[in-house]
């Protein structure tokens, strides 16, 4: 692949900056690991071709800057294996760029929405604005793709190609937004009990309004430990919905307590059905939420808004470790915006 792209256009561009300076500009490639040794005046450089197939064969060289081309296809073990590479104690900046195709809402849409803790620059870039492409190539390649594919691949946008997404109305346009909490909003905690992870998230609701504004995942914990640090972070919490079958057992807690038990013993509330949610009313009533605009998230919750763009039916098997935030945010949504079932009442007219 590199073959094909990369080293033909440095040879081009090479070859270009020579033209320009032939007497203090030089350069040569090895073609057997594809190195370029680059001289100007009494300065060298050299530029290492490299392919990300095994990120560990990326291990050992000290670099000033490097560039990943179309990251999104490879492992996240590339970027990692970059990140440790360029650290070169002569290089006057340190600098990895990454430029690519979005692909699906991979590790590449947690680097954008700084979900993976990096300082990143994000600049996104529309085919449609590339003046070297002919007009007709960019019509065309729009009407081959459906339009999820071409806000990926023309526009430069991180989407969701699944089929089946399970909360279908979450709009991130209209329903991630950043809200002040009312006076008046009482705060809520949703949770779901697991030990890895354990699973919550803390919202407010407001006359018919529902707003989520903080999320945790906490490896290999319990139920104690999740109610510490609600009650540490939010002083004026008392409610919680909580997976209903709490009230019958614990998660991985000492002494046959259930989870329920420490819930209250945190000075929390649970309030949950007798009975397991139904997951169909559930979802449909975050979707019915979602659609006529009574439930927003933060901007913060970057796992959330992930999870709600890429749970799919076809791929439930696959997102489990997504399934715990979301039980915990379908739980609280249920709770306080139920799916109501009405009885109809059918009369027969008979004819005289």
């Known amino acids: 692949m590199a073959r094909l792209t990369i080293i033909p256009t440095m040879q081009q561009l090479l070859d270009g900056r020579k033209s320009l300076d032939p007497v203090n500009f030089d350069w040569e490639l090895n073609k057997t690991n594809y190195t370029y040794s680059v001289r100007y005046k009494n300065r060298t450089g050299t530029i290492h071709v490299l392919s990300g197939q095994d990120p560990d064969r990326l291990k050992g060289s000290n670099l000033g800057q490097a560039g990943i081309d179309e990251p999104f296809i490879q492992d996240y073990g590339v970027l990692k294996q970059m990140l440790a590479r360029v650290r070169h104690p002569d290089a006057q900046i340190l600098e990895l760029v990454l430029t690519g195709t979005p692909e699906q809402l991979n590790w590449g849409y947690q680097l954008a929405e700084g979900e993976l803790g990096l300082d990143v620059g994000l600049v996104r870039a529309s085919s449609?604005?590339?003046?070297?492409?002919?007009?007709?190539?960019?019509?065309?390649?729009?009407?081959?793709?459906?339009?999820?594919?071409?806000?990926?691949?023309?526009?430069?946008?991180?989407?969701?190609?699944?089929?089946?997404?399970?909360?279908?109305?979450?709009?991130?346009?209209?329903?991630?937004?950043?809200?002040?909490?009312?006076?008046?909003?009482?705060?809520?905690?949703?949770?779901?009990?697991?030990?890895?992870?354990?699973?919550?998230?803390?919202?407010?609701?407001?006359?018919?309004?529902?707003?989520?504004?903080?999320?945790?995942?906490?490896?290999?914990?319990?139920?104690?430990?999740?109610?510490?640090?609600?009650?540490?972070?939010?002083?004026?919490?008392?409610?919680?919905?909580?997976?209903?079958?709490?009230?019958?057992?614990?998660?991985?807690?000492?002494?046959?307590?259930?989870?329920?038990?420490?819930?209250?013993?945190?000075?929390?509330?649970?309030?949950?059905?007798?009975?397991?949610?139904?997951?169909?009313?559930?979802?449909?009533?975050?979707?019915?939420?979602?659609?006529?605009?009574?439930?927003?998230?933060?901007?913060?919750?970057?796992?959330?808004?992930?999870?709600?763009?890429?749970?799919?039916?076809?791929?439930?098997?696959?997102?489990?470790?997504?399934?715990?935030l979301l039980d915990a945010f379908r739980y609280a949504v249920q709770q306080v915006m139920p799916v109501f079932k009405t009885t109809a009442v059918v009369t027969t007219i008979r004819g005289t």
């Not at 933060?298 to 796992?303: E, G, K, N, R």
Request: charged share 25%; aromatic share 12%.
């Open 128 to 324: 449609k604005d590339n003046l070297a492409l002919p007009k007709e190539y960019v019509d065309r390649l729009v009407s081959s793709y459906s339009d999820k594919e071409a806000d990926a691949y023309v526009k430069g946008l991180f989407v969701n190609l699944s089929t089946g997404l399970v909360y279908h109305a979450f709009d991130p346009g209209a329903n991630i937004i950043d809200m002040a909490m009312p006076d008046g909003a009482e705060l809520f905690a949703g949770m779901d009990f697991n030990v890895n992870p354990m699973a919550f998230l803390v919202g407010w609701r407001h006359q018919k309004h529902m707003h989520i504004f903080w999320e945790k995942e906490l490896p290999n914990s319990d139920t104690p430990e999740a109610c510490q640090k609600l009650t540490e972070n939010f002083s004026a919490l008392r409610l919680v919905y909580p997976d209903p079958s709490g009230r019958s057992r614990a998660t991985n807690a000492p002494g046959g307590k259930t989870d329920f038990y420490y819930i209250e013993k945190a000075g929390l509330t649970p309030i949950a059905p007798r009975k397991a949610y139904s997951r169909r009313d559930s979802i449909n009533a975050v979707n019915g939420a979602f659609k006529h605009g009574r439930l927003t998230i933060s901007p913060q919750c970057s796992m959330l808004k992930r999870y709600l763009s890429t749970y799919a039916w076809e791929f439930m098997t696959k997102q489990e470790s997504m399934s715990h």
